[in-house]
């Protein structure tokens, strides 16, 4: 995958950088490629190779890369600065909009990324319920801090216990052991076992935070009842339900996941599509939940919180789904592309399922459909990466991993779409 200038910027970036990423999750072994601009939905590597993006950034990238009304309101912001440590003007314009868009929701604050947003809705719901422990799903990723990195879809099933007794299994080393004390597993789209399990410990329950489509493997949807489940166990236990929407949230739905299923959380997290790949993420909420927040009392808070950068971004995203019906536009789109991936695999006789939402969906080999994390473990990923390898070698360029779905943003038109499945055809016939 790396030609000349691009084996050499990496060298580089490898003498800098420990593995020459500033991710893990962007590492690709000795030929991670290097990225040198994005126009569109195509992202060009160091020596100018051509690639029709599906990974997006992992998601944030809705409009397309370098938007030019995007990039237009973020020069007009930042030109006047940028960093005041004072409530900016951009902050209340793009807040109102945020809340309009949600509809639910009656309060908001800015945050960064979505870690921090869901780093501190768990403190909220902490404060808000004067209680300890969070209740998560296997398979689900909620950002990056110690408290919520336990079984996420890195983590293999077979260290993740019985179904019926799931062990929270770190993430990584460097968590500190007592951390996963705070922490309930349970497997994604079960109800009668999340229903025991918040029974056994509902006076210790802060809060149950879900990502609504498992953005984080495979685009598995929710399970009829699954949603609704928790929101129901929330309002008789006195538990805040968080939705992390940090993948849904500006992608699926105007009104992100919350709108599709029609389940309203106390309090949501939404990051990556809000900014188009500019940094910049929020928490909304319920007021009595979000009211929570008291300074000197109970903290939120962070430099670059509500920075022009961001949410000057923000502003001009949610301006173009306000006017038009972009999202509608793009799932239409996935959707093509859903058909035909999945017409020339049945007629290879290739056994798939593809899962989730147009413009976020996932392709997974196999004949069991999976429903959660541990089904996924059970199909064929190596198959799946072979064919993803041979895709980006043809210029097509979905995530090695059939955990990362396939993103889809306002720019992958009619051309960009029958090329891709141009090529995926001549891929699966070369494998
Ligand atoms: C559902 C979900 N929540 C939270 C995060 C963390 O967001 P960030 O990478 O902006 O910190 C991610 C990142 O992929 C995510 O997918």
């Not at 809705?62 to 237009?72: D, N, S, T, Y």
């Not at 598995?220 to 929407?245: K, S, Y």
């Not at 188009?276 to 962070?302: H, K, L, S």
């Not at 889809?408 to 016939?429: P, Q, S, Y």
Request: with cysteine.
């Amino acid at each position: 995958m790396q030609n000349a200038k691009t084996r050499e910027a990496y060298a580089k970036a490898r003498s800098l950088m420990p593995y020459g990423v500033s991710s893990n999750f962007r590492y690709w072994g000795d030929d991670t490629p290097v990225i040198s601009r994005g126009a569109g939905a195509c992202v060009y590597d160091a020596d100018g190779n051509e690639y029709i993006d599906y990974r997006l950034g992992f998601g944030p990238v809705i409009l397309g890369h370098g938007h030019p009304a995007v990039v237009e309101r973020v020069q007009q912001a930042i030109v006047d600065g940028t960093c005041f440590a004072l409530t900016g003007e951009w902050e209340i314009r793009a807040a109102e909009k945020v809340l309009r868009l949600l509809k639910w929701p009656d309060l908001m604050r800015w945050t960064t990324s979505g870690t921090e947003a869901t780093m501190h809705a768990i403190r909220i719901a902490r404060a808000h319920t004067g209680r300890e422990r969070i209740l998560k799903f296997e398979g689900n990723y909620h950002g990056n801090h110690d408290y919520l990195l336990f079984s996420t879809a890195g983590a293999w099933p077979g260290s993740m216990g019985s179904r019926r007794s799931p062990i929270p299994v770190a993430s990584t080393s460097g968590i500190p052991r007592h951390v996963t004390d705070y922490v309930i597993t349970v497997p994604y789209n079960d109800v009668e076992l999340l229903e025991t399990t918040v029974a056994r410990c509902a006076q210790d329950l802060a809060a149950i935070i879900v990502e609504p489509v498992m953005g984080n493997c495979a685009g598995i949807t929710p399970v009829a009842g699954f949603l609704e489940t928790i929101r129901r166990l929330c309002d008789e236990h006195g538990i805040v339900m968080i939705l992390d929407e940090v993948k849904t949230g500006f992608r699926i739905a105007n009104g992100g996941a919350a709108e599709v299923y029609g389940v309203t959380p106390d309090m949501a997290t939404y990051a990556k599509a809000l900014g188009n790949g500019f940094p910049v993420a929020a928490i909304a909420g319920r007021r009595a939940v979000m009211e929570t927040i008291v300074p000197g009392q109970v903290m939120q808070g962070g430099t670059y919180c509500g920075n022009a950068v961001g949410v000057a971004a923000a502003d001009a995203v949610l301006d173009m789904l306000e006017r038009e019906p972009v999202l509608e536009q793009i799932a239409a789109q996935g959707r093509k592309l859903m058909q035909g991936l999945g017409e020339i695999l049945s007629q290879a006789g290739v056994a798939h399922h593809l899962l989730g939402h147009g413009a976020m969906f996932g392709l997974v080999l196999g004949t069991d459909e999976p429903r959660e994390h541990r089904d996924w473990a059970k199909t064929d990923r190596q198959r799946y990466e072979h064919l993803m390898l041979g895709l980006v070698q043809h210029g097509v360029m979905p995530d090695l991993d059939s955990r990362e779905p396939w993103f889809l943003c306002a720019a992958h038109d009619d051309g960009l779409i029958d090329r891709t499945l141009e090529r995926f055809e001549t891929v699966l016939k070369t494998l």
